[in-house]
């Protein structure tokens, strides 16, 4: 196994948020949104008017207004500690000619206890990764939580071998632009593993938490949380 390289937490860079903004993700986009809709219809629950969703790392907010569009009468908050990308995603969200109410962008760094015990849904996609320390992610999740809470977590694994990586980027990104080839490498090779996943899960105490590797480069880690303030001694499973 290649040992974890990390990355610089924030993306910043004007070339950077320019190239991943204009990146087309929309078919994984979807996907997450299909895998919350899912996990709803077996959990049996559904997101009422009013309830949060949050979507932490939410970079030029692809994703949040995605959710702001499938459940138009919940509130979405995307979070970000990079200014670029925070004024991205505002300005796509004045495009699309969203309201505040619907949609709104925080800047701020993880961990992130801005909405105490107020989010129903708690969603990054490729954040983990990024993290210097991962516990910044999961020491967010119970005091946002409301008394039940879906997570849902996608990023990239790392790959085994060096010959691996190379091959995820000859497959996926041998066509982008320079700095989202750049970026993709750099992702892959600072990327936890499942059993990684799993210790750090561990130590937070949300090990009732499902981890499962998905396609040939991705990890997701889903499941149902309780918040600090709900009263129950149980995670809900
Ligand atoms: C690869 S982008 C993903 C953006 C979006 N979620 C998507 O899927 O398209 C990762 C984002 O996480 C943000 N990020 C990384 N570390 C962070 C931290 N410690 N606090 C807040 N945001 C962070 C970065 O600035 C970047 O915008």
Redesign the pocket.
């Known amino acids: 196994m290649i040992p974890r390289t990390p990355e610089p937490?924030?993306?910043?860079e004007p070339q950077q948020v320019q190239a991943?903004a204009a990146a087309d993700?929309e078919s994984s986009?979807q996907a997450l949104v299909e895998c919350i809709d899912q996990l709803l219809l077996d959990s049996g629950r559904r997101f009422v008017p009013g309830d949060c969703l949050v979507?932490?790392?939410?970079?030029?907010g692809?994703?949040s207004e995605r959710l702001a569009r499938h459940w138009p009468t919940c509130a979405v908050v995307g979070?970000?500690?990079?200014s670029q990308?925070i004024e991205t995603a505002e300005s796509s969200r004045r495009r699309a000619g969203m309201a505040r109410e619907r949609l709104r962008y925080v800047l701020?760094?993880?961990p992130?206890h801005g909405l105490q015990s107020q989010a129903t849904l708690i969603v990054?996609?490729?954040?983990l990764h990024?993290?210097h320390d991962p516990q910044?992610l999961w020491s967010c999740l119970r005091p946002l939580a409301g008394d039940q809470c879906l997570v849902l977590h996608r990023d990239l694994r790392r790959p085994s071998t060096a010959m691996a990586v190379d091959q995820l980027c000859e497959r996926y990104v041998a066509d982008a632009p320079e700095v989202l080839q750049r970026?993709y490498r750099a992702?892959l090779q600072a990327a936890f593993t499942v059993e990684e996943v799993k210790a750090q899960l561990r130590d937070a105490q949300l090990d009732h938490l499902q981890v499962r590797e998905l396609e040939d480069r991705y990890l997701e880690i889903s499941g149902w949380i309780a918040g600090c303030q709900s009263g129950l001694d149980q995670p809900s499973a």
Do not use: Q
């Not at 979070?79 to 990079?82: P, Q, R």
């Open positions: 937490e924030l993306m910043n991943y993700f986009d979507d932490l790392g939410c970079g030029p692809n994703i979070v970000d500690a990079a990308m701020a760094p993880l992130w990054s996609n490729s954040l990024h993290l910044k970026d992702s």
